[in-house]
């Protein structure tokens, strides 16, 4: 598609897709030239405008927010020196004499001495102090009773996480929390006890272990793993029936076989493919010390 630049008017081919409202132009100049001449013609217009210059005329750009903080404009330096050097004179200027006034600090009550009309602090540490004092609330530690301030948003982000601000420190807060304050106190704990950890390390448990290493001779009945000087292999004691499924059976000596641990982890939920291969490897000939009742 041929369409004119919008800056120099030359015609140039321009694709359906590139069309748009700011940049039909031929070249990067003339989008540079034409954007300075009109703000509006920039895709990132952020509604200013065109003011005259205080002082020689000239219209300048300025975006809103300068629009809002000067009253005079400036196209130069220059016109700014030669703008003071007519309006600020006199009582006006920034140095005259007798411009300087004693003012009284909002918060010390120290009076001092200045030429700017709009300052109300002795120093930046009063005001920083002022505006602190002004942000915060007084609220009282539920531990020892002192009175507190906290800023307000200290207390928005507390309220923001579901919590609130009660205390005046952290000690205070870890010295109160104790026992049923707490607020992770559970009344029964019997309620969360894991009973299959507790039989897993009861000394009932330990026994049982010691007994099925001892059978086995301390040799995995998979891999026949066993170790050995500088080849240390971890064994562990495997439910042949799993320990979870079959209560009754967790403490008999038929139920248990020494396993390696890769040999272990590989019957992780597959204990019903290894029972017949492990049943078979016990040899019940060379344990003498089984009773009847374990066989």
């Known amino acids: 598609m041929i369409v004119a630049c919008d800056d120099c008017g030359k015609e140039f081919n321009r694709k359906p897709s590139e069309m748009g409202k700011f940049n039909n132009f031929c070249s990067k100049a003339c989008c540079v030239s034409a954007n300075k001449r009109d703000k509006t013609l920039n895709g990132n217009y952020s509604g200013g405008k065109y003011v005259p210059c205080s002082e020689c005329g000239i219209l300048i750009y300025r975006i809103p927010w300068y629009l809002k903080q000067r009253e005079n404009h400036f196209c130069s330096k220059g016109c700014l020196g030669l703008w003071r050097s007519k309006n600020l004179t006199g009582e006006k200027a920034s140095n005259y004499k007798n411009r300087t006034k004693h003012i009284k600090c909002l918060f010390c009550g120290k009076s001092f001495k200045t030429r700017n009309n709009n300052r109300k602090y002795c120093s930046i540490r009063c005001r920083g102090r002022n505006q602190t004092k002004i942000g915060k609330t007084e609220l009282k530690c539920l531990n020892c009773g002192k009175v507190y301030s906290v800023s307000k948003s200290q207390i928005k982000h507390q309220k923001s996480r579901g919590a609130e601000v009660k ?73 042949i029936k799993s320990f979870s499924n079959h209560k009754d059976k967790r403490f008999c000596l038929n139920n248990g076989a020494t396993l390696c641990e890769r040999c272990h982890k590989n019957t992780y939920n597959k204990e019903h493919l290894y029972e017949k291969h492990l049943l078979n490897n016990i040899d019940k000939r060379n344990s003498p010390r089984w009773t009847k009742e374990e066989r």
């Not at 707490?182 to 006890?193: A, E």
């Not at 000394?203 to 007994?211: A, F, L, S």
């Open 167 to 239: 205390f005046c420190s952290k000690k205070c807060q870890t010295k109160y929390c104790v026992g049923n304050k707490s607020p992770n106190w559970i009344k029964d704990r019997s309620k969360i006890k894991d009973n299959n950890k507790t039989i897993r390390w009861s000394k009932k448990m330990c026994e049982w272990r010691e007994r099925v290493y001892k059978r086995d001779n301390y040799t995995c009945l998979l891999c026949r793993a066993r170790s050995q000087a500088g080849k240390p292999v971890i064994i562990n004691a495997h439910h």
